[in-house]
């Protein structure tokens, strides 16, 4: 509001230049997506990854690793049954575990992040691992997501663990805050759960029945929307000069698409800071998609594990509302679960314990 939607800021001696509103955000990344596309690369980060490998990686061997991971996880099944039953299958394996605490309050993060990191796994190792796996802890814990010839062992270990990294902890701090939200408003997992009873029953949720759950699709995308995970995305830099928006930026320049400032962009959002699954609902109660729903980022540089995360995040989501109701722990009252996040690399949840009570 004081700067308008593109101003200057200054990292230490590093000027950066910050994209805020949904307008502004995609008309640079989607409209002028190659000016805009280049990845700002820090120091520790080159250091790291060395040039290698997906998140963190410019020119012809980003772009050939890019359109490389992307046609390797649709042969693995991203987006097809086969990804789906995996998913399905980590599910029982979760019920499971959130079962053995017998209603009592437990936090939901280390086993959110098992479950999804079994399905990297599966995909990029070609099987999944028991939670208690010693190696499977060591890899979960690492932070692996910040982590000459294109195809060279180097580039592809440095792909596999970006893979890895970006898409276990940004899945499970999505689910997290689903369950956190289901327990802090006992009213929307009321409707959750009436829907999925008329709709599924109790037979296994499919990504099919997306179509047929609105009200529980229009949670899932708020639920989205209101955790907003990555802020300020992953920074970008400019590839070339560009005149934008009556500036003038220079070719380096790292630039931040405020992401948060497109999920809670009060000229596209009714209620912005208030979780109101009526954003993605029609006066009819149908599902509809919003242009101003950008967590995984827009133009080159989108999550290329979008349609993974998504279906993750429906999945696990709503075969847990199948079987448990989630409720704060003894002693701890709705309005006293802390909705504020845990800065980080993402924004999750502060930790906290609730309590997964089977349905009857």
């Not at 691992?129 to 580039?155: A, H, I, L, Q």
């Not at 009436?194 to 047929?212: W, Y």
Request: some cysteine; aromatic content about 12%.
């Amino acid at each position: 509001k004081k700067y308008g939607p593109v101003f200057t800021v200054h990292f230490g001696p590093k000027k950066v230049v910050v994209l805020a509103s949904h307008k502004t955000v995609k008309e640079a990344l989607v409209g002028k997506a190659e000016e805009f596309g280049d990845r700002d690369i820090s120091p520790i980060f080159h250091d790291i990854n060395q040039g290698h490998g997906i998140l963190f990686a410019n020119g012809e061997s980003w772009k050939e690793m890019r359109r490389f991971a992307l046609s390797t996880l649709r042969d693995f099944g991203m987006g097809k049954r086969l990804i789906e039953d995996k998913i399905a299958e980590e599910c029982q394996y979760l019920i499971q575990k959130f079962e053995e605490h017998e209603g009592k309050a437990f936090d939901t993060s280390r086993l959110a992040n098992y479950a999804t990191s079994n399905i990297i796994s599966s995909i990029v190792y070609g099987s999944r691992f028991e939670y208690d796996d010693p190696r499977f802890v060591n890899m979960v814990n690492r932070d692996s997501g910040v982590t000459n010839n294109v195809f060279s062992d180097k580039n592809l270990l440095y792909s596999v663990s970006n893979l890895f990294g970006a898409g276990t902890d940004t899945t499970a701090a999505t689910l997290r805050w689903g369950l956190l939200l289901m327990a802090k408003y006992p009213q929307i997992q009321d409707q959750v759960q009436e829907e999925l009873s008329k709709v599924v029953g109790n037979r296994r949720v499919r990504v099919e029945d997306r179509k047929n759950l609105p009200f529980v699709d229009a949670v899932v995308h708020e639920v989205q929307r209101v955790g907003n995970i990555v802020p300020m995305a992953v920074p970008h830099k400019m590839a070339r000069d560009v005149e934008f928006r009556g500036y003038f930026i220079k070719k380096g320049t790292t630039v931040f698409p405020l992401l948060s400032s497109v999920l809670y962009d009060e000229n596209e959002w009714e209620t912005p800071h208030t979780f109101n699954p009526s954003h993605f609902l029609d006066k009819d109660g149908n599902f509809v998609r919003r242009d101003a729903f950008l967590p995984f980022s827009a133009g080159r540089r989108t999550c290329l594990g979008e349609g993974l995360a998504k279906m993750e995040v429906f999945l696990f989501f709503t075969s847990l509302l199948q079987r448990f109701r989630f409720t704060p722990p003894p002693g701890v009252t709705e309005d006293e679960l802390d909705l504020t996040p845990a800065v980080g690399f993402t924004l999750s949840p502060v930790p906290h314990q609730l309590c997964a009570i089977a349905c009857h």
